[in-house]
C-alpha cells in the first residue's frame, strides 16, 4: 500500500470526525489497510483504536462509499458495530460463505442476532442498513463485511478483547490484515502495523 494513500486516507478521516465533532484521543493509534490487495478504494479500512485493554476495546473507523472491509469473522471478539454517521450496510452470514462472497448470498441460514439490543432474525440473503445511531451485535463465527451506503460514514465498535493478529479469519485467503508500505512519500502518522510487525 502506497504511503500516499495511507496519508490521504488519514487526512479524510480526520476532516470527517472532526466536521462531526469526534475528538481523537492524545496519540491516536491509526490502523489504514487495504488488507493486502492493493485496492483501497473498493477494499480499505481506516480505524483508530480508541481503548485497547485486555478485557475489552473500543475503536473508530471511517470509510468511504465504495470501501468493504472484507468478509471475515472472529474466534474470539464479540463485537457491537455502530454507524455513528452515515448508512452503514453489512453483508451477514451465519455460516460460511462461498468463496467470493462480499455481499448477499441467496439461500443462507437466516441468521439471529440483536440489532439494537433486540434479538431478531434476519432473512437470508438480506442485506442489514444500519442508520446512524443504530448497532448490531456480531458474536464470534458470525461473517461479516460492511461498507457506507453514504458517501462516507463513520462507525463505531465496542467489543471484548481485540486480536489483530491472531484473531481475523478472513474468507478470501489472499487477504493480510496489515499492509505492506511503499514509502512513496514521506509518512503524517504512524500505523498500528509499524510496531507490531
Ligand atoms: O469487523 C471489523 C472489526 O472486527 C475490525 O476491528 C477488525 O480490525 C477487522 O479486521
Not at 461479516?144 to 486480536?163: K, L, M, Q, R, Y
Not at 505492506?180 to 503524517?188: F, L, Q, R, V, Y
Request: glycine content about 8%.
Amino acid at each position: 500500500m502506497k504511503r500516499s494513500i495511507i496519508n490521504l486516507a488519514y487526512r479524510k478521516a480526520l476532516a470527517c470526525f472532526t466536521r462531526h465533532h469526534w475528538a481523537l484521543p492524545p496519540a491516536p493509534q491509526w490502523d489504514i489497510t487495504d488488507f493486502g490487495l492493493g485496492n483501497f478504494d473498493q477494499c480499505g479500512l481506516t480505524l483508530v483504536n480508541l481503548a485497547a485493554e485486555p478485557e475489552y476495546c473500543e475503536k473508530l473507523m471511517y470509510a468511504w462509499r465504495g470501501q468493504m472491509a472484507p468478509c471475515h469473522t472472529h474466534a474470539k471478539k464479540k463485537e457491537d458495530i455502530i454507524c455513528r454517521v452515515g448508512e452503514l450496510a453489512l453483508a451477514l452470514h451465519a455460516v460460511r460463505p462461498p468463496a467470493g462472497t462480499d455481499a448477499h448470498t441467496p439461500g443462507d441460514a437466516p441468521l439471529r442476532l440483536a440489532i439494537n439490543g433486540v434479538p431478531v432474525s434476519i432473512p437470508a440473503g438480506r442485506l442489514l442498513v444500519l442508520p446512524a445511531g443504530h448497532r448490531v451485535t456480531l458474536t464470534p463465527g458470525i461473517w461479516h463485511a460492511f461498507g457506507p451506503v453514504s458517501a462516507e460514514c463513520i462507525i463505531g465498535e465496542v467489543s471484548t478483547a481485540n486480536d489483530d493478529v491472531n484473531d481475523n479469519i478472513f474468507l478470501d485467503p489472499a487477504i493480510g490484515r496489515f499492509p505492506g508500505i511503499e514509502e512513496d512519500e514521506s509518512a503524517a502518522i504512524h500505523l498500528l502495523s509499524e510496531s507490531v510487525r
